[in-house]
């Protein structure tokens, strides 16, 4: 069974300032995902990694992935307090939908 | 174009009872999954139906069961409910393995 792990669980920002989120799988993992999610409310798909070497960008937001390292990372660039949310990867086997979830990574972006 | 629709969005039952969440996919999706999240352990994959056929299954009791219809339209039951299955149930459509899903809203089940 697909294990992901996420880094850091709580991450406190100040505006304008730049960080990145690591993701961690344990076996093969042929698909990478990037999920937002804001207090009370579903998750929102932002990025769907399909390849090694895969880089996605929106906004101040970029994913990237490294499937012989099995890192995915998601950075943030100059923060806004509209980032402030919880960041969840997932990691699913390449013919399946069966879809693990890392712990997510409590952001802050403090003015 | 709709979105995937849960209902309902609210539930309070008694122990012991047993429920029934809903789950209408984006149209043309057939790949339906169940999420529950609790503070405490995350986002714990229930079970993911395709065609009508349940095709992976998480480490949950049998008391969590569902099913889906010809049309996609999905549905779990939580039989002998606990105060445990205090929850918010998400259930996520995808057009096929690899496309990521797209989430409901959920339904929140609180238990008493």
């Known amino acids: 069974e697909l294990k992901v792990e996420q880094n850091p669980l709580f991450l406190s920002m100040q505006e304008g300032k730049n960080y990145t989120i690591y993701c961690n799988y344990s076996?093969?993992?042929?698909?990478l995902y990037w999920y937002r999610q804001d207090p009370g409310k579903s998750l929102e798909s932002l990025f769907v990694?399909?390849?090694?070497?895969a880089v996605k960008q929106e906004g101040r937001l970029m994913a990237s992935l490294d499937t012989k390292a099995r890192l995915s990372t998601l950075h943030i660039t100059a923060a806004v307090h509209d980032l402030s949310a919880t960041y969840f990867c997932a990691g699913s086997p390449y013919n399946n939908n069966d879809m693990r979830f890392g712990a997510g990574t409590r952001l802050t972006v403090k003015p | 174009k709709a979105g995937v629709t849960q209902t309902p969005r609210y539930l309070i039952k008694t122990r012991g009872q047993q429920v029934t969440l809903s789950c209408s996919p984006i149209?043309?999706?057939?790949?339906v999954s169940w999420y529950q999240q609790t503070p405490g352990q995350g986002l714990q994959f229930l079970f993911e139906y395709f065609s009508e056929t349940q095709r992976n299954k998480g480490n949950f009791p049998g008391r969590f069961s569902g099913r889906q219809f010809s049309n996609s339209r999905s549905e779990m039951n939580v039989s002998t409910l606990e105060l445990g299955d205090s929850a918010l149930y998400l259930c996520?459509?995808?057009?096929?393995?690899?496309?990521?899903?797209?989430f409901g809203s959920g339904t929140r089940l609180t238990v008493v």
């Open positions: 990694l399909l390849s090694n070497g």
């Open positions: 076996t093969t993992s042929d698909r």
């Open positions: 149209s043309g999706h057939r790949s």
């Open positions: 996520a459509s995808s057009l096929a393995a690899g496309y990521g899903y797209t």
